[in-house]
């Protein structure tokens, strides 16, 4: 499978076709009205305003909107579909990669619509589109509850479902998608709409993992009871890479599905921020999330145990940990980042991967992740979703960071070999929230496509909202909240 990926035939032309000057003077309208505020590139806030969560993303939209309210999702639509021109729509900035150039385009920054509150009795979570998976976190850890969230607290919760949403919890819960209870989204002309099983059922749909049309401006999702939790790390020298992850992949297919695992190969930066112990330091880790007891736990991992970790932190732990396990940076960075996901993983895969993570090809690659699939993430046969479930064994993601020595074009080099590695086990279908670089959307979503395309024209026929990813029709680039 070549990681090459068709190029997007983006819609074009002038940022607007009514012309700029009239751009101009409705933006100066649209800033009188906003709740939030409208920033411009002569004002003195605009980088700050565009700036991505990947710092090597350079964002050149015609204005940013802060948005602060619903209202003021809806008064950019409506200008948009006016004037002609797009809307990027973003809370956290992730994901700014796949959503591709904005030229042209409105840069709708939604952060500030955080609020999350949290149903105990219900076990739901009603979300605004700014909120991170951190907000959640918090909120809901105090009632013993968790949401399907992902590696990073700072990952903004609604792209992060309408992609598919891959976790901790999902091997025993399924898909983020599928917690999408309900939503509201605020379409091109600045109508706003609550999609659920009952209404506009077949926006609903598009939601749960196909990206949806128009902009989602709230999620209702449900939560799940998680009584007992052990998590941690398990740790050895990068030398036993090859002896580690062969008894991890001959582990994982005998797990249950309340286990989840990642094997990781990873190098530390030789930082003060980080302990004496890890500065500098090349190792192997394997990362669990068990529900259920310590005893289980100890059973379970005791193939791992007995390969002597220099250290195991693997303990009872509480819900909060779950965003921190992964030990993702707390703050934007500049890197390169791609996954791959994988129909099999075998010895020979293994040895392909560690090769190629040693040769000089791969030197400025610092994390190597193998995450562990199955259980309720696999497709779900009469699920109501547009993605019901990811058909592999394993999901393969390798870092590499944008610095003085390796640019981006470097470092997305490195990225790339390392993949490459792994094309011979590589699956028919691929995860949209690990896809950086344009792909054919039936790759994502299969056969779901042409039904996509259908509910897109009828919410959303001119592509005003810009989506992560485009794919070989030629339609513009997915939403990424």
């Given amino acids: 499978m070549s990681l090459s990926a068709p190029a997007v035939a983006a819609r074009t032309a002038s940022p607007t076709r009514l012309g700029v000057h009239a751009l101009d003077v409705a933006l100066d309208g649209l800033s009188d009205r906003l709740d939030g505020a409208l920033v411009r590139p002569a004002d003195l806030d605009w980088d700050a305003a565009r700036a991505a969560w990947q710092l090597g993303v350079d964002q050149h939209p015609v204005a940013v909107v802060l948005a602060r309210s619903e209202a003021d999702v809806a008064r950019t639509l409506r200008l948009a579909t006016r004037m002609g021109v797009r809307?990027?729509?973003?809370?956290?900035?992730?994901?700014?990669?796949?959503?591709?150039?904005?030229?042209?385009?409105?840069?709708?920054?939604?952060?500030?619509?955080?609020?999350?509150?949290?149903?105990?009795?219900?076990?739901?979570?009603?979300?605004?589109?700014?909120?991170?998976?951190?907000?959640?976190?918090?909120?809901?850890?105090?009632?013993?509850l968790a949401g399907l969230s992902g590696s990073s607290r700072t990952v903004g919760v609604v792209g992060y479902c309408l992609?598919?949403?891959?976790?901790?919890?999902?091997?025993?819960?399924?898909?983020?998608?599928?917690?999408?209870?309900?939503?509201?989204?605020?379409?091109?002309?600045?109508?706003?709409?609550?999609?659920?099983?009952?209404?506009?059922?077949?926006?609903?749909?598009?939601?749960?993992?196909?990206?949806?049309?128009?902009?989602?401006?709230?999620?209702?999702?449900?939560?799940?009871?998680?009584?007992?939790?052990?998590?941690?790390?398990?740790?050895?020298?990068?030398?036993?890479?090859?002896?580690?992850?062969?008894?991890?992949?001959?582990?994982?297919?005998?797990?249950?599905?309340?286990?989840?695992?990642?094997?990781?190969?990873?190098?530390?930066?030789?930082?003060?921020?980080?302990?004496?112990?890890?500065?500098?330091?090349?190792?192997?880790?394997?990362?669990?999330?068990?529900?259920?007891?310590?005893?289980?736990?100890?059973?379970?991992?005791?193939?791992?145990?007995?390969?002597?970790?220099?250290?195991?932190d693997v303990a009872p732990a509480p819900l909060e940990t779950l965003g921190h396990l992964a030990m993702d940076p707390p703050e934007p960075s500049a890197g390169v980042a791609e996954g791959l996901v994988l129909a099999t993983l075998d010895a020979a895969a293994i040895d392909a991967w560690l090769a190629a993570l040693d040769s000089p090809d791969c030197a400025g690659v610092v994390s190597a992740d193998l995450r562990q699939l199955g259980g309720a993430l696999a497709p779900r046969a009469g699920e109501d979703a547009a993605l019901t479930g990811i058909d592999g064994a394993v999901a393969a993601v390798a870092v590499a960071p944008v610095t003085p020595h390796a640019d981006a074009a470097a470092a997305a080099a490195m990225v790339e070999a390392a993949l490459a590695s792994l094309a011979p086990w590589a699956g028919a279908h691929q995860y949209a929230n690990f896809v950086e670089r344009p792909i054919d959307e039936r790759a994502l979503v299969g056969t779901a496509t042409d039904r996509l395309d259908t509910v897109r024209l009828s919410y959303d026929p001119d592509e005003t909202v810009m989506r992560r990813h485009g794919h070989a029709t030629g339609r513009a680039a997915v939403d990424a909240a």
């Avoid at 955080?114 to 991170?132: L, Q």
């Fill in 87 to 144: 809307v990027a729509p973003q809370s956290s900035g992730h994901g700014a990669v796949a959503l591709g150039p904005l030229d042209g385009a409105i840069l709708l920054r939604m952060s500030a619509l955080s609020a999350v509150v949290i149903d105990a009795e219900a076990r739901t979570a009603t979300v605004g589109a700014g909120a991170t998976w951190g907000d959640v976190s918090d909120a809901a850890a105090p009632h013993g």
């Fill in 163 to 312: 992609g598919g949403g891959i976790g901790w919890l999902g091997r025993l819960h399924g898909l983020g998608a599928g917690t999408i209870l309900a939503a509201r989204v605020a379409l091109p002309g600045g109508a706003v709409v609550i999609a659920s099983p009952s209404e506009h059922a077949d926006l609903f749909w598009a939601l749960r993992g196909g990206g949806g049309a128009g902009v989602v401006t709230e999620l209702t999702l449900r939560l799940f009871d998680v009584p007992h939790l052990v998590a941690g790390t398990l740790w050895w020298p990068r030398g036993r890479a090859a002896e580690v992850l062969t008894a991890w992949a001959r582990l994982i297919p005998t797990l249950p599905h309340e286990v989840t695992t990642v094997a990781r190969v990873v190098r530390f930066p030789d930082i003060d921020a980080l302990p004496p112990h890890l500065r500098g330091a090349e190792l192997v880790l394997v990362q669990a999330a068990v529900v259920g007891s310590a005893g289980l736990a100890d059973r379970l991992l005791s193939p791992l145990r007995e390969l002597e970790p220099f250290m195991d």
